[in-house]
């Protein structure tokens, strides 16, 4: 559980990013890469995730400092039905948004009518209740046989 969010400052002029604890109320979650398993009945989640103190600021956001591609070959040993590349099964992103003290949740369209999945997604990273929201329009998490 973190005492506060993470808010983040640009001090353009010195090209530097300093973060700070703001006094707000206690924020539980994790940001994160991940795969789901859709093709099973438990819908299982495989991630690498990480505190919000341990990510990075990217615009509005902090994010995980890993990629899929970096994560893929750890990961697919799992699950030994993924023998393709990382671009080939349901993945996504949870973020946090700074401005909107908001975990967003990029991820593959075939876990929008899949509330099983979404349930998992947010039991795995610990995000509270009215203080996340899902995406699944990103085209980057489209499935190229979709």
Known sequence: MLKGYILATADISMGEKKMKVG???SLSGQIAIFWVDVSSKTCKVYSNK????EGD???QMTVHK???YDSWNA??????KWTGQYEDYP??????NL???RFFIYVCPLVKDNKKAQDNIV????LQKSKYRFFYDDEHYVLQQY
């Open 23 to 25: 006094k707000q109320k």
């Open 50 to 53: 990480s505190s919000l103190h």
């Open 57 to 59: 600021i990217y615009g």
């Open 66 to 68: 890993s990629c899929h």
């Open 75 to 80: 990961i697919r040993r799992l699950n030994p």
């Open 91 to 96: 993945r996504g992103r949870c973020t946090f």
């Open 99 to 101: 401005k909107n003290h």
């Open 123 to 126: 039991k795995e990273f610990h």
